[in-house]
């Protein structure tokens, strides 16, 4: 059964418009979320967190938006940039866990 | 700035070898972990250990097997490689448990099996 949902498999965005990346989680014990970015054979870097007492959390760049009665977040890049490009993981954890759980991913693509 | 090291880029094995896939972080990470990351699939927990000689599992932890002898060092083990383990790996490592610590990745392991 799959926590965390990323249901769009890839997303084209023009350069300088902004990039909205959705992400949907099923486990009400999930208090902490993640946005990792990955670029081709690279492993996947930390981009921006933002806890559940939170509903918005801004970087440069980034916002991630949580809307917990919905189960829902999203992360906003405004304006999106070619180096943008690159797939984006929804990631979540619970309090008191270890573990961190990942979607399938988003891959962006930033169109000139 | 933390650095994970994964031993290698590319891997080839044949079905049945013992594969071992090593991961060292410089940082003092309490926390390191096993990925896999396969198309459509997105990244898979296999294991992760909290402390030296502490292992759990993940949510794949079949076929694989897991040694931490050293704070800095996390090895994946396969016992018997099968083409279903034609993957890429990803060792990560964390300060602390859970997510207000972040995941420090590897560059990944990409193993194929033939």
């Known amino acids: 059964d799959q926590q965390v949902k990323q249901n769009s498999p890839s997303l084209s965005v023009q350069e300088g418009r902004i990039s909205i990346l959705n992400c949907d989680y099923t486990?009400?014990?999930?208090?902490?979320f993640l946005w990792y970015k990955k670029y081709p054979a690279e492993g996947p870097t930390f981009l921006i967190s933002?806890?559940?007492?939170?509903d918005k959390n801004e970087d440069g760049r980034f916002t991630v938006f949580l809307n917990k009665s919905a189960k829902h977040l999203s992360l906003h890049i405004v304006p999106s940039q070619p180096g943008d490009s690159a797939v984006y993981f929804c990631?979540?954890?619970?309090?008191?866990?270890?573990?961190?759980?990942f979607g399938k991913g988003t891959r962006l693509h930033i169109l000139p | 700035d933390v650095k994970v090291t994964q031993s290698s880029r590319y891997l080839v094995k044949r079905t049945g070898e013992k594969v071992f896939l090593e991961c060292v972080q410089d940082?003092?990470?309490?926390?390191m972990f096993w990925y896999r990351q396969d198309p459509g699939l997105g990244l898979r927990l296999i294991y992760f250990?909290?402390?030296?000689?502490?292992?759990e599992k993940g949510d794949i932890p079949e076929g694989y097997s897991v040694s931490r002898e050293k704070k800095e060092r996390f090895s994946l083990i396969l016992e018997s490689a099968s083409t279903n383990q034609t993957s890429m790996y990803l060792c990560?490592?964390?300060?602390?448990?859970?997510?207000?610590?972040?995941?420090?990745f590897g560059n990944g392991t990409r193993l194929t099996v033939t």
């Open positions: 990560a490592s964390s300060l602390r448990a859970g997510g207000e610590s972040p995941l420090h």
């Open positions: 486990n009400s014990m999930f208090d902490y």
């Open positions: 933002i806890s559940s007492i939170k």
């Open positions: 990631a979540a954890s619970a309090s008191g866990d270890d573990k961190i759980i």
């Open positions: 940082m003092d990470h309490e926390n």
């Open positions: 250990s909290y402390d030296v000689k502490m292992k």
